[in-house]
Nanobody
Framework: QVQLVESGGGLVQAGGSLRLSCAAS????????MGWFRQAPGKEREFVAV????????YYADPVKGRFTISRDNAKNTAYLQMNSLKPEDTAVYYC?????????????????WGQGTQVTVSS
């Protein structure tokens, strides 16, 4: 079992920045993928970014490329999502997720462990 606890959401003006954190406990993440997803009201949960813990490969959804950066602190078993140049369309509940890396990192169905979600609101 992996427990994920997120923090760092909030309200920010367009063009601003936020950093989300996802602290993992229960397992070491060496064979895991740690992903970030978001869900806006009335929309499906969508992939944002992922880090393959072993080796540190990262992948990003097109809408956030160049603006968001996923990183990790191995000692703290924590992943981060640095979000810069935020836009109103980035407004959503952001979730971190983890599971053994299977290749389907872009799909919510590829993850069994989820955080509780944190609200990010970007005002125009």
């Amino acid at each position: 079992q992996v427990q994920l606890v997120e923090s760092g959401g909030g309200l920010v003006q367009a063009g601003g920045s936020l950093r989300l954190s996802c602290a993992a406990s229960g397992r070491t993440l060496s064979s895991y993928a740690m992903g970030w997803f978001r869900q806006a009201p009335g929309k499906e949960r969508e992939f944002v970014a992922v880090m393959i813990w072993s080796g540190g490969r990262t992948y990003y959804a097109d809408p956030v490329k160049g603006r968001f950066t996923i990183s990790r602190d191995n000692a703290k078993n924590t992943a981060y999502l640095q979000m810069n140049s935020l836009k109103p369309e980035d407004t959503a509940v952001y979730y971190c997720a983890a599971d053994h890396y299977s290749g389907a990192y872009y799909s919510p169905t590829g993850y069994n462990y989820w955080g509780q979600g944190t609200q990010v609101t970007v005002s125009s």
